[in-house]
């Protein structure tokens, strides 16, 4: 069982600040680091993993600090964001390769077992160059855990994996996380963590904007204000019926329509149907204006 604390750790990359001051702490289970692109997530694992060493504070597993540390290195494994994987080996070999490079006592026996725990064992004499997306990060995931770490960190595991892959690979990281390890992993979809029975870190900008389950940065992030731009018909009338909403907490004319302020998307989007049509009114652009993903995250950091 271990656990994974940053206190006050801040990264740099000369006058890039890609990891300011964060405090958080790991219990063993799942946890993912949500955050969008160029957030800190890849540094803050790779400060978790001892790859890279803190500007600032401190990134301690299991009470140690993980920079330069080979026994933190020997109860760790780490998946890396890029996708390189030999092709040209089958996953035998290439998990059998990890064993013997963690100069492990019995390798063939160790890559059987990681090959078992991400269910590889029936595919795992054929090249890794003909498998899917799912069977490829599996097969990294089982050179990454062949020496049983009780710590496993995997940087956006889920990118590029259709639905059931990732549902697939969630169920392996729960079945670990159930069986005693700390695991952790990063994403920029908030949908990718949806069956995520474990915590939530939210990094946006290099700083810790939220924590909690997915249901709670759920809520966070739905109920913050949303900007609609609509066009109708009737833009003065529908202006007019929509001041009396209470989900409305402003209407402005602009030249190409309506700009509405909401305060609750789905009451809103319900609402706004039955009002049109209840007065003849035809709608014929809604448009939610602020859903980029960052403006999202950054009203989690501006709350
Ligand atoms: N070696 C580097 N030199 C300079 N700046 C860097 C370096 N590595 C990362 N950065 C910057 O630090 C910030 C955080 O990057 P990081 O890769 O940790 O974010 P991320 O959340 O993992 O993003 P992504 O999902 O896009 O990889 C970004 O602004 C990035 O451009």
Do not use: C
């Amino acid at each position: 069982m271990s656990t994974i604390e940053l206190a006050g750790a801040s990264r740099w990359y000369g006058n890039v600040v890609a990891v300011n001051d964060v405090t958080l702490s790991i219990r063993p289970g799942l946890t993912g680091l949500l955050g969008p692109n160029g957030a800190g997530k890849t540094t803050v694992l790779h400060m978790m993993a001892g790859l890279m060493a803190p500007s600032q504070g401190e990134v301690l597993v299991d009470g140690r600090p993980a920079w330069r540390n080979p026994a933190v290195y020997r109860d760790l494994g780490l998946v890396t964001e890029r996708e390189s994987v030999p092709g040209f080996l089958t996953a035998w070999e290439f998990v059998l390769a990890s064993a013997k490079l963690h100069k492990l006592p019995d390798p063939a026996s160790a890559a059987r077992a990681a090959l078992a725990v991400v269910e590889l064992q029936d595919a795992q004499d054929r090249r890794i160059s003909t498998y899917s997306k799912g069977m490829r990060q599996r097969s990294r995931v089982a050179a990454a855990l062949v020496h049983e770490p009780s710590v496993l960190l995997l940087d956006e595991p889920f990118n590029g994996m259709d639905p059931r892959q990732r549902m697939h690979m969630m169920e392996l990281l729960d079945g670990m996380a159930d069986a005693g390890r700390t695991i952790v992993f990063s994403s920029h979809i908030l949908e990718e963590v949806e069956q995520l029975s474990g915590t939530v870190q939210v990094i946006v900008s290099g700083r810790l904007a939220a924590s909690g389950d997915y249901r709670h940065i759920r809520r966070l992030m739905t109920n913050r204000p949303h900007v609609f731009a609509i066009s109708s018909s009737d833009d003065r009338a529908l202006a007019t019926a929509l001041m009396g909403q209470v989900s409305v907490s402003g209407v402005s004319i602009t030249g190409a329509g309506l700009q509405v302020h909401a305060s609750d998307y789905g009451e809103f989007t319900r609402a706004l149907a039955g009002l049109a049509r209840a007065r003849g009114i035809r709608l014929t652009a809604v448009l939610p204006s602020d859903e980029s993903l960052e403006k999202v995250f950054s009203y989690l950091v501006t709350t």
